[in-house]
Each structure stands twice: as C-alpha cells, then as structure tokens.
C-alpha cells in the first residue's frame, strides 16, 4: 500500500511538472507589445507599398496579371489565396500578397464584371472592406470563397496574430 502510495505520488509530481514547464513555455514565447507593434508596422507597411516600390521577385503588372476580362474562378482563387495571408486554417492552398494597390485592381474587376459573376457582390463586398484595410471579417470571407469553390478541408477558424501574420510574410516574400 505504501508503495502504491509513493508510486501514485511520483506520477503526480511529474504530471504537475510537465503541465507547470508546459504553461510556462507558452507564457515565456508570448510576444511583446513591441513586437506586436512593430508587426503591425510592417503590415501595414507592405500593405501600402506601391507596386512599382516592391521588390523585383514580387513585382507584378496588375492589368496583365489580373485582367479585366478575369473569369470569376480566377478570382475567386486570388482573393482565397490572398485571406491565407490573414487566417488560421490547418491546410492553406495558394499564397498570394496582400496589397491596397492589388485589392483596388482586383475591386475594380469585380466591379466591371459583377453582372457576369455569379457571386458578383460577394466579392465586392469582401474587396470593398480589404481596401479599406478592414480585414476583421476575414476568417468569414476566407470561408465564403472556400464553399463557393466546393471546399472540404482548409476551412479558416480564426484571425492570425499580428506577429503570426508577419512570420507568415517572412516566410513567403522575404528573399532566402
């Protein structure tokens, strides 16, 4: 009985341990208010930039890129792309950089097409927010252009953090 005792004792003792190195390992890699900020700083900063200031690998022609003439598919699979950068999910198809330059050409196809599209006014709607930089409904539009293309994994469940919106960047679009 006694050793059964001590027994039980050691493997609580290790239990609380291991949840006690668990909690403070978690606690520890929380992030700063200055990091926080400064990953702010720097999504908004590539939000901002011009196309012609991006980076030469990143660059892109927007009317040959994304044309006015743009089936709706093709769009639907930017703007999809384009919410990876800003949600959660556990499986993300497409990669495509957020820009107020390329959310204002893709806004203006989706205008000029909006009777052609099926689902016109979903992306207005979606674009006409992302250009304004209100990106708070983002899981949800993620999930709207998700079951338009017939999604069955990959479905969005929260907002990235600022600073896990940055490493998303890094790892994406900075040079290797």
């Known amino acids: 009985m006694k050793k059964t005792l001590i027994i039980l004792g050691i493997i609580i003792g290790v239990l609380v341990l291991a949840v006690g190195i668990y909690y403070l390992d978690a606690y520890l ?33 927007l009317i040959e890129f994304f044309p006015d ?11 999809h792309a384009m919410s990876h950068q800003k949600v959660k999910a556990d499986q993300k198809w497409g990669v495509h950089m957020i820009t107020k330059e390329r959310i204002e050409r893709l806004l203006e196809i ?47 469940y929260d907002l990235l953090s600022p600073v896990e919106e940055k490493a998303y960047l890094d790892y994406y679009f900075k040079k290797q």
């Open 29 to 61: 890699k929380q992030p700063t208010e200055q990091e926080i900020e400064e990953a702010r700083e720097q999504i908004e900063k590539g939000f901002q930039t011009p196309e012609k200031d991006m980076p030469e690998d990143q660059k892109l022609d």
């Open 69 to 79: 003439g743009m089936l709706e598919f093709q769009l639907q699979e930017v703007i």
């Open 110 to 156: 989706a205008e000029m097409n909006k009777e052609k599209y099926e689902w016109g006014q979903i992306y207005i709607d979606i674009l006409s927010r992302w250009v304004e930089g209100d990106f708070s409904k983002a899981v949800e539009d993620h999930n709207a252009i998700w079951e338009l293309q017939g999604g069955n994994v990959g479905i969005a």
